[in-house]
């Protein structure tokens, strides 16, 4: 089975490219980013295990799961951070190994922001495909998408500084295709299709 890796920045387009590539037949995905934030809830021991290395609960009163708890502590905190990813990295990729040993196809998928950024990754995945996008283009797309503040969805792009650099034209080695989402939908199928077909010949 080979590991497809798609990733790209905020606004790039990269889950119309995994929607795009399910309807060329690629149907075994994994999102990284919503399996994430899943398992908080769904492992047995991960929540737990997290709160006991950050020294704080991360539930509310009835003892659910609050994202906005942990985005506090994480955000300015490095060190909490890594604390966080020491356990969730583990319990991702035991995940995502029992996804791909039963979905049943000779391509699986990974979709994640993040997965060039964290040293943990390294050395994952057979091909990385890379969703781009000038800037701009990615900041105006991402506020009209959430809803969001200019101001606020510039602060969470700035933190992805290797996918800024990529935009500005950087080359990174373990990138084996590049599409560039700057036109309409059906330019970005017919270079979806023309990646695929490239990297799996």
């Known amino acids: 089975m080979m ?16 929607r795009i590539l399910k309807d060329l037949g690629y149907e075994c995905q994994y999102n990284a980013d919503a399996r994430a934030k899943a398992l908080y809830e769904e492992h047995p021991t991960l929540l737990a295990d997290i709160e006991k290395s950050l020294g704080c609960s991360l539930r509310d009163e009835n003892g659910t799961f609050q994202p906005s708890l942990l985005a506090s502590v994480i955000f300015t905190d490095r060190s909490a951070l890594e604390q966080v990813e020491a356990h969730l990295f583990p319990a991702m990729m035991a995940d995502f190994d029992a996804y791909a040993g039963s979905c049943g196809g000779e391509i699986v998928v990974f979709e994640s922001a993040t997965v060039l950024e964290k040293p943990q990754f390294n050395g994952f995945g057979d091909r990385i495909m890379l969703v781009d996008a000038p800037f701009e283009l990615r900041l105006e797309r991402a506020c009209r998408r959430d809803g969001a503040d200019r101001g606020r969805v510039l602060a969470r792009m700035q933190n992805q500084k290797l996918m800024n650099e990529l935009s500005a034209g950087y080359e990174d080695p373990r990138i084996d295709c590049r599409i560039l989402n700057d036109s309409s939908l ?12 490239s990297l799996i010949s």
């Open 3 to 18: 590991v497809l890796i798609v990733t790209g920045g905020i606004g790039s387009g990269k889950s119309e490219v995994c």
């Open 186 to 197: 059906e330019e970005l199928v017919c270079r979806t299709r023309n990646a695929i077909n």
